[in-house]
């Protein structure tokens, strides 16, 4: 798993590090919209749990805690979650605001 190769710092793969986070999120792919848990965010992208049947480089919806839907593009996905990259980056601001509000417990900034 890479994950456990690199560590979280290491920003392997990564233009930065992914802040675990525990937050819910408005999902639309298609006509379909849902209610996924966000898991990993960085200014780029995040991964997505309780999604699945996607391929990637579609294009899909995703709308965050207080903010407009955004468009990102799947980078990979299996039956149950997905990674996702903004079209956009997250405004520095607005990425620290949100992982400061939604970052897991036992990794608080």
């Known amino acids: ?3 456990a ?3 979280r710092s290491s920003g392997f793969g990564r233009r930065e590090p992914r802040e675990h986070v525990e937050m ?4 639309r792919h298609n006509i379909a ?5 966000l898991k990993d965010l960085t200014r780029y992208g995040a991964r997505i749990e309780g999604v699945g049947g996607l391929e990637a480089d ?5 709308a965050l805690p207080g903010r ?3 468009l990102a593009f799947v980078a990979w996905a299996n039956a149950h979650c997905a990674g996702l990259e903004f079209a956009d980056p997250l405004d520095a601001y607005v990425y620290k605001e949100l992982v400061t509000r939604y970052a897991r417990p036992e990794e608080a900034p």
């Open 5 to 7: 190769l690199f560590p």
């Open 33 to 37: 919209s849902s209610t996924v848990m």
């Open 24 to 27: 819910l999120a408005r999902f």
């Open 1 to 3: 798993m890479v994950q």
């Open 68 to 70: 407009r839907p955004a």
């Open 58 to 62: 579609e294009a899909v919806s995703l």
